[in-house]
């Protein structure tokens, strides 16, 4: 059975930094590529960043890209997004989700109604940046 688990949500200022952290379980990640898209208040989701299966190549949407990085943890079957210089517009919350294979490019685009592009995703943890 897969399971996804985020923790390290919270409240920052603008300007500061969080890591997440997803917990995986039931995968490899020689198999599943693993990304991260969020949902802020009243708009449609958005994926904003992924890391390959096998290669751990990572890709960013450009509304993140040079603030947040993706990384891997092999021996703890952890995966990390490290956001740094946090905007209020980065308000949502965050999911760590799996789809088997590469990384593609609908992995890093808004994502329409429930049409997720994922076979595997969290319960989400809540980012607020705000003053």
């Known amino acids: 059975q897969v399971q996804l688990v985020e923790s390290g949500g919270g409240l920052v200022q603008p300007g500061g930094s969080l890591r997440l952290a997803c917990a995986t379980s039931g995968l490899s990640f020689d198999y599943y590529a693993i990304g991260w898209f969020r949902q802020a208040p009243g708009k449609e989701r958005e994926g904003i960043s992924c890391i390959a299966s096998f290669d751990g190549e990572t890709s960013y949407a450009d509304s993140v890209k040079g603030r947040f990085t993706i990384s891997r943890d092999v021996a703890k079957n952890t995966v990390y997004l490290q956001m740094n210089s946090l905007k209020p517009e980065d308000t949502a919350i965050y999911y760590c989700?799996?789809?088997?294979?590469?990384?593609?490019?609908?992995?890093?685009?808004?994502?329409?109604?429930?049409?997720?592009?994922?076979?595997?995703w969290g319960q989400g943890t809540q980012v607020t940046v705000s003053s």
């Open positions: 989700a799996a789809d088997r294979g590469r990384c593609l490019p609908v992995h890093l685009a808004p994502i329409v109604g429930d049409d997720i592009p994922y076979d595997y």
